[in-house]
């Protein structure tokens, strides 16, 4: 059974989620590891994303586990056979790893939303915020190394311009709009930026306005990727030095819950629009 040295973050969730249904099923590793002929340190590999595991195998796993719920089989079926080496694979040894994994998290993802307060959300930034952001870090980054995070980042809204584009949407407060990361100039090219990218019709853009009563969610800023299961979304906390992902199924219904009350705190799309062309004009 060969071995990986450094599983990608999408390798280490298939394992994961075999050792959920394992333990699920009330069964020990070794228990497991029999049924593969295989012994516990192998099996332990398979559950850390260290080693892979075949749809065959993965079949017999979840059949052993009594799992009953076959499109999450099929979708970790999936998962398995996947050889996708996509466009993040150039910056493989350049970059922090966690920047690739969001890459093919994102690159699979059924849809995206964005939730944000100070910043404008990743996918939407323009070259000149994004090396704003990328460089305000202590101690300061190579100039070489900011241009391959600046062009990592610009990259990452493939996800937007592709043929089949994953349908997202963004959440974002005025402090975000308003804090001017560059000149006035490059502000109000980053909301016209925005506003361009808003007349899509798989993106959505809603602002939360600082005059909104009652409104005490400003720590609830999130990356949340969908999955082709439930059970498979993910939350990503994304930042400078990388990012960190959360899976728990607890964690992600929370998560949830947050996101349908920020958006029903925001203002409708084309108010949103309209309130982002207002503060445009005002730069």
């Known amino acids: 059974m060969a071995t990986r ?45 260290i080693a892979g595991v075949s749809e065959e195998r993965l079949r017999r796993l979840a059949a052993h586990y009594s799992c ?10 999936a998962v398995a056979a996947d050889r996708t080496r996509g466009w993040w694979e150039e910056y493989r040894g350049q970059l922090p790893a966690s920047f690739l994994d969001l890459s093919e998290l994102e690159h699979h993802a059924t849809y995206r939303w964005d939730v944000d307060f100070l910043h404008v959300p990743g996918l939407l930034q323009t070259e000149d915020y994004a090396r704003g952001i990328l460089g305000y870090r202590v101690p300061e980054l190579p100039e070489s190394d ?22 997202y949407e963004a959440v974002i407060h005025e402090s975000a709009l308003r804090i001017r990361v560059g000149d006035r100039a490059s502000t109000r090219g980053q909301l016209t930026h925005i506003l361009d990218f808003s007349a899509a019709d798989h993106v959505t853009v809603r602002v939360i306005p600082f005059d909104l009563d009652g409104f005490a969610g400003a720590d609830s800023a999130m990356v949340y990727a969908g999955g082709t299961v439930p059970k498979l979304d993910t939350v990503v906390r994304d930042a400078p030095d990388g990012a ?23 203002l409708e799309p084309e108010r949103s629009r309209d309130f982002i062309h207002r503060l445009a004009k005002e730069l």
């Open 244 to 266: 960190g992902f959360v899976d728990s199924e607890a964690q992600l219904n929370a998560f949830r819950t947050l996101f349908r009350r920020m958006e029903a705190a925001s």
């Open 5 to 49: 040295r450094n599983p990608t973050a999408r390798q280490v969730r298939l394992g994961t989620e075999l050792r959920k249904m394992r333990d699920a099923a009330g069964l020990k590793a070794t228990e497991a590891a029999a049924l593969l002929g295989a012994n516990s340190a192998q099996m332990s590999h398979i559950e850390v994303g």
């Open 68 to 77: 009953t719920d076959a499109r999450l089989i099929e979708a970790l079926v």
């Open 146 to 167: 900011l241009d391959l995070r600046v062009r990592h980042r610009l990259e990452r809204r493939v996800i937007l311009e592709r043929p089949q584009p994953t349908p």
